[in-house]
């Protein structure tokens, strides 16, 4: 593995989606930073990318707090020159719309929307510095389309994608690369497959194709930082072969 000079920032750092993409940028050799509520659920990801000869460092933090984004991403640039951001907090929620409470959708706003407003801005800070970067922002069908009882999220997601592309529009022309990732399908996570089975039953599990594997997130997210600046992607959508659209 030859390491780089460059970190890799990972806000969002989760079990599945958020761990597979530290995984695969830090074997390509980038020091990982790794941001998630509770630092403590990162040992085992820090443990994993160490024993294969990667570089990561794990942190707590609640990417609603200006403050921590700031100090977060700071660090990440101290250490080596940050070179990408991922922000990859979700939020998914379902609640019919007079169950939707004002908590709810303020707080899923909160964290799948202004968290990433703050994420963006302060990579752009230390990115436009020395003339380049690359920040990504992790989507869902819920970007494009508003389901039922999923108001909170859709809102959430359809605003942090029109923050992606204002910040892909004034930043591309300064070479940073601002990409937003649709994933339109369910990922493959004991949540989603819990919400499925109850849903439709056991048979609703038969076909592995309908799920996205994190790791396939991970390397479209490596495809991305790859493109040469002639031929940016600003949106991509991905999705399981079997999956409906």
């Keep these: 593995m030859e390491k780089r000079n460059a970190t890799a920032a990972v806000i969002g750092a989760g079990d599945y989606i958020g761990a597979e993409i530290a995984k695969k940028f830090a074997a390509e050799g980038f020091t990982v930073f790794a941001g998630r509520r509770n630092g403590a659920k990162l040992e085992p990801l820090v443990k994993e990318i160490e024993s294969a000869g990667g570089s990561i460092l794990a942190r707590s933090l609640d990417a609603r707090k200006e403050d921590e984004i700031t100090a977060f991403l700071n660090d990440a640039d101290k250490h080596a020159p940050l070179e990408v951001c991922i922000f990859n907090i979700g939020a998914n929620v379902n609640f019919p719309i007079l169950e939707t409470t004002e908590r709810v959708f303020r707080k899923v706003w909160e964290m799948a929307c202004y968290s990433g407003f703050l994420a963006g801005r302060e990579a752009a800070r230390l990115m436009l510095a020395r003339g380049k970067g690359n920040i990504f922002f992790t989507g869902a069908t819920a970007s494009l389309r508003g389901g039922s009882g ?71 997210y490596w495809q991305l930082y790859q493109q040469p600046r002639s031929a940016w992607t600003f949106e991509l959508e991905i999705r399981p072969f079997g999956e409906k659209w």
């Design 150 to 220: 999923y108001a909170a999220f859709a809102g959430a997601k359809f605003g942090l994608r029109a923050v992606a592309q204002a910040m892909a529009r004034e930043l591309g022309p300064k070479n940073i690369h601002v990409a937003h990732l649709i994933i339109d399908s369910g990922v493959d996570t004991a949540w989603v497959r819990e919400r499925r089975e109850q849903k439709w039953g056991k048979e609703a599990l038969d076909n592995p194709d309908l799920l996205m594997p994190p790791a396939s997130v991970a390397a479209s």
